[in-house]
C-alpha cells in the first residue's frame, strides 16, 4: 500500500477538529441553540448546476468569555448536507457531506438589532470525492468559509432567516482544487 505524505497533516486536522468539538461543553457563550435546514445551489452554466440540502444543528461556543450583551458572539454549526449534481461519467449524482463550522456573528445596534452578520470557517468530509462535467475535486476532505447576513424574528428572536455564500475547496492539499461556491438560503428555529 502506497503512503501518503499527506496523511500526517490529515491527522492534524482531524485531531484539532476533535479537540474542539471535546472542549464544546465547557465552552462560553450565548444560551442559544438552534436547528435549522438550508437549500443552496451553486451555478455552473450549461453543463449543470449543484443543489444542496443541509440539515444542521448550531451550539454556542467561544474561545473567550464576552460581556453580558455583547454585539459579537460566537457558535458552532454541524452539518449534513446532499449535494446534488450532474455525474461525470458513471460517477454519483448524489454526494453526503458532513461538516463543523466554527462561526462569528456580529448583531448590529450595539447587540439590540433583529439584524445579524457572521462568518465562518470549517471542515468538511463527503462520502465521494466531488466530480460532475465541470467541476472535479481531488479529494474527500475540504475546507469551507461562509458569510451571511440575517434577520432574526418572533418570540425572543426564536427564529432566523439569513442568506449565506459559502464557498468549498481542499486549501491547496491536492490538486485539482477547483472549489465550490454556494448561495444558500437558511431557516433556524432556537431553543
Not at 455552473?44 to 440539515?55: F, I, K, L, P, Y
Request: no cysteine; proline share 6%.
Amino acid at each position: 500500500m502506497k503512503s501518503n505524505p499527506r496523511a500526517p497533516l490529515r491527522a492534524a486536522v482531524f485531531a484539532g477538529l476533535l479537540g474542539l468539538l471535546g472542549t464544546a461543553a465547557h465552552a462560553l457563550g450565548d444560551d442559544t441553540r438552534g436547528i435549522y435546514i438550508d437549500g443552496g445551489h451553486a451555478r455552473h452554466g450549461e453543463r449543470g448546476d449543484t443543489n444542496s440540502v443541509t440539515a444542521g444543528l448550531t451550539v454556542p461556543w467561544s474561545f473567550s468569555e464576552r460581556p453580558q450583551g455583547s454585539p459579537l458572539t460566537s457558535y458552532l454549526d454541524f452539518y449534513v448536507s446532499n449535494w446534488h449534481a450532474r455525474p461525470l461519467d458513471d460517477g454519483p449524482r448524489d454526494f453526503v457531506q458532513i461538516g463543523a463550522i466554527y462561526t462569528l456573528r456580529y448583531r448590529f445596534g450595539e447587540g439590540a438589532s433583529p439584524w445579524f452578520a457572521e462568518g465562518g470557517v470549517g471542515a468538511t468530509l463527503m462520502d465521494h470525492v466531488y466530480r460532475t462535467p465541470d467541476r472535479s475535486f481531488s479529494t474527500a476532505f475540504q475546507f469551507t468559509e461562509v458569510l451571511g447576513i440575517g434577520r432574526s424574528f418572533g418570540d425572543s428572536g426564536a427564529h432566523e432567516v439569513s442568506l449565506r455564500v459559502q464557498h468549498v475547496s481542499n486549501g491547496g492539499i491536492k490538486k485539482p482544487n477547483p472549489g465550490e461556491t454556494f448561495m444558500r438560503l437558511r431557516y433556524t428555529y432556537h431553543f
